[in-house]
């Protein structure tokens, strides 16, 4: 959401392959690894949560927030990206209907 639109949600499918979004299959399980990040962005993170595998059925919502400066000291940005992740079919209601199986959540402190 943004708030030049008056902070409407948006919501995008990816193709698997898409790169930032790493998931394998394997044995019956999926595996997430977790999303890219930005190396513009703040908090800094040199630790990052292990990949999380779901069991068909299962979904996960994975959290990240950051804080961009502008330009030469400009203004702050901010931005939180989150990511529904189902394996095997489900409809979009699913991500509103059920608690996620798995969630991680790397929201940071962004003063």
Do not use: C
Not at 24 to 49: K, Q, S, Y
Not at 52 to 70: A, D, E, M, S
Not at 100 to 109: L, N
Request: hydrophobic share 30%; no cysteine.
């Amino acid at each position: 959401m943004q708030e030049s639109d008056a902070f409407s949600p948006k919501m995008s499918e990816q193709n698997l392959s898409d790169p930032g979004l790493v998931l394998r299959e394997a044995d019956g399980l999926l595996r997430v690894h977790p999303p890219e990040t930005t190396i513009f962005g703040m908090p800094r993170r040199n630790r990052r949560p292990p990949a999380v595998r779901l069991t068909p059925g299962q979904w996960l919502q994975w959290q990240i927030n950051y804080r961009f400066v502008g330009t030469r000291g400009g203004p702050w940005s901010y931005r939180l990206d989150t990511f529904n992740i189902s394996y095997g079919p489900a409809s979009p209601e699913v991500f509103l209907s059920t608690p996620p199986t798995r969630r991680v959540d790397e929201r940071g402190f962004l003063r």
